[in-house]
């Protein structure tokens, strides 16, 4: 059973077991705009929770994609390397960004639940 | 056609208006790019045929052509008039571009810059036959350091965030001559980009500093963050919100007491001159941008030139080349020995920007120290005038008093439909360049607005006039004509996501031919 969570930071992460995949929300995706790049990191490589993990770039602005957990890449997405409009499209399907084997599998317990961050980001206006 | 001119060639048309015959909008010209004007055989210049001559160039013989277009002088003169027609620039009108400090750069600075003394001579030529180029550059410096209260100038730098370099490899060779190998730079959130990319440039990490709620930087996050790993903190002042970060002193102490070295982005130095002296704030380097605050040409009319000045305790380290005077009068120190053996090298071909400092001293020794100091009230006075005439139908984004620039964020613009890149494009139409959008990013939809002390009071009212009815059309509901905007240009909204993502850099000829094959 798959567990979803959010960040104040606008990514989401679903656990499966001691996996996780991660992307941007559907609202950090409108807020950024239209997506012309993306920069992944390399398989193998570990992301640390609350560090930067990637790199998004639209016409406006480039941001961090920060990681909301500790662990080692086991895969990215280079689908979206190559056509990064599917960040845009489908954010939460086919448009992740990485996946992860979590150092720990509670590292999610603190994180934000769907009805928690639908009312966060009623909050940001 | 090829392709890629067939994707620009959609000339903007209100839809009603009648399309002339020839493309053309009056005397707003469709100009074909220049190879596609080739006329092959023809050509501006009569060339004579060279002399009778034995071909040593074997296998390495070009045997395709070149590929320039043929073209007559006329051809040529009217393309590259044409071209610059479609130019907008601070020559034709007001460009409020917030950070960018666009003034009127006076015809004095050309003028001098022109004289043959200044512009016939050659880097190269010995010291004793530019000796008053040298004394013009050294006393540049000589300003500059009045105007900072630094006891030093590296004047080579080419642009601001050259100037940046500067100062952060001057940090970091201090620090490794101590032999304090600190890895970290403290950045606020505010920054200019330039800022984090000079400092991982320089091999540091970056470590992002928030704002307070009054848009400076949150001065006990600062402290938290502070450690004996941090070896500088990099701050614009006034910041990038327009606003003079008033904890400064705090902040450079706090800064001092870790260890680590106190650099300040001058890029806003206009708002500030002959007002502040930022050694006495305790900054230790600070890049000065000679095209923003000291009126040289920028923005396509450069060269930019971005001298740094240093405190003290980094001078020794200031890059290649310096100018001391002698017995034998100005001469230059071009290797890194004797006082400067410490020197982090060259960082530019030969003693930088010298048409720029000609510029830069024209504009300081016209003004004078009262003179200056106007420039910093005036651009200041102009920026608020135009923040109080905005007030009622924009939002600003932190209350209060600002210095050379004013920040609203888009709040104004809430549940129009209109987002702050359709209001910017509205204003095009109008006959205005935009202001500067979605930067700074701390705040939502960004709209900051510098409109420079050049600017009189009826070119701040024209501007605040039309920002104002542009705003009431908005919250009218008038968002259509927004996203149709702009509709007077030679070219309509360009497709900027398109650009980015499938950028046509080159024009080649077989373009046609090489798309049918992808």
Sequence with gaps: MATLRFTKDHEWIRQDGDTAVIGITDYAQQQLGDIVYVELPAPGTRVECGKEAAVVESAKAASEVYAPVSGEVIAVNEAIAGDPAKVNADPMGEGWFLSVKLDDPNALDGLMDEAAYAAFVAEQG | ?518
């Excluded at chain 2, 009045?146 to 006891?151: C, K, R, S």
């Excluded at chain 2, 909204?493 to 992808?518: C, M």
């Design chain 2, 1 to 518: 056609m090829t392709g890629w001119s067939q994707a620009l060639r959609a000339p903007s048309m209100a839809a009603s208006d009648t399309p002339t015959f020839t493309g053309n909008r009056g005397l707003q010209v469709e100009e074909k790019l220049i190879f596609e004007q080739d006329a092959p055989g023809r050509c501006g210049v009569d060339l004579p045929e060279p002399p009778p001559h034995n071909n040593r160039l074997g296998g390495l013989a070009r045997c395709s052509p070149i590929g320039l277009p043929g073209l007559s002088e006329p051809q040529v003169v009217r393309h590259f008039t044409r071209l610059s027609q479609k130019n907008y620039a601070i020559d034709s009108g007001l460009y409020p571009l917030g950070s960018c400090t666009m003034k009127h750069n006076p015809r004095l600075n050309e003028r001098l810059a022109r004289l043959a003394g200044f512009a016939d001579i050659h880097p190269l030529q010995p010291e004793s036959t530019v000796q008053g180029a040298l004394e013009l550059i050294d006393t540049l410096a000589h300003w500059l350091k009045v105007l900072t209260g630094m006891p030093a100038v590296a004047l080579s730098p080419a642009a601001g965030a050259h100037g940046e370099l500067c100062g952060m490899m001057t940090i970091r060779a201090a620090l490794s001559a101590q032999g304090d190998a600190r890895t970290r730079i403290l950045v606020p959130e505010s920054a200019h980009g330039t800022n984090p990319a000079t400092a991982a440039s320089c091999g540091y990490a970056i470590d992002a500093i928030p704002n307070n709620a009054r848009g400076r930087v949150d001065l006990a996050a600062l402290k938290a963050k502070l450690g004996g790993d941090v070896a500088a903190l990099m701050l614009t002042n006034p910041n990038t919100c327009g606003l003079f970060e008033d904890e400064i002193v705090e902040i450079a102490a706090a800064v001092h007491a870790a260890g680590a070295y106190f650099y300040c982005d001058g890029a806003n130095f206009n708002a500030i001159v002959g007002r502040v002296r930022p050694a006495d704030l305790g900054i230790d380097a600070l890049h000065l941008n000679l095209h923003k605050t000291f009126s040289t040409p920028h923005g396509g009319g450069g060269p930019g030139s971005g001298p740094v000045a240093l405190a003290a305790a980094l001078a020794p380290f200031a890059p290649l080349p310096w100018i001391v005077h002698g017995d034998a009068g100005w001469r230059l120190v071009e290797h890194a020995e004797g006082a400067a053996a410490a020197a982090i090298g060259r960082l530019k071909g030969f003693h930088g920007q010298m048409g720029m400092f000609v510029r830069a001293l024209a504009y300081m020794m016209s003004h004078g120290a009262d003179g200056l100091r106007q420039v910093a009230e005036d651009a200041v006075l102009n920026a608020n005038y135009l923040r109080v005439r905005l007030a009622d139908a924009l939002t600003q984004s932190y209350p209060g008093a600002c210095m050379h620039e004013v920040l609203f964020d888009d709040r104004f613009l809430k549940d129009t439909g209109v987002a702050t890149l359709d209001f910017a494009k509205a204003l095009i139409d109008e006959g205005f360049h935009p202001m500067t959008m979605y930067f700074p990013l701390v705040v939502h939809g960004a709209v900051l607005i510098e409109p420079t002390e050049t600017e009189s009071k009826a070119s701040l009212d024209q501007f605040a006039d039309t920002v104002n009815a542009l705003a009431a059309r908005a919250t009218a509901g008038d968002a259509a004509s927004f996203h149709a905007a702009p509709r007077l240009t030679p070219r309509r909204r360009l497709d900027e996501t398109g650009a980015a993502r499938k950028p046509v850099l080159r024009w080649r000829p077989n373009a046609v031919q090489r798309d049918a094959a992808d």
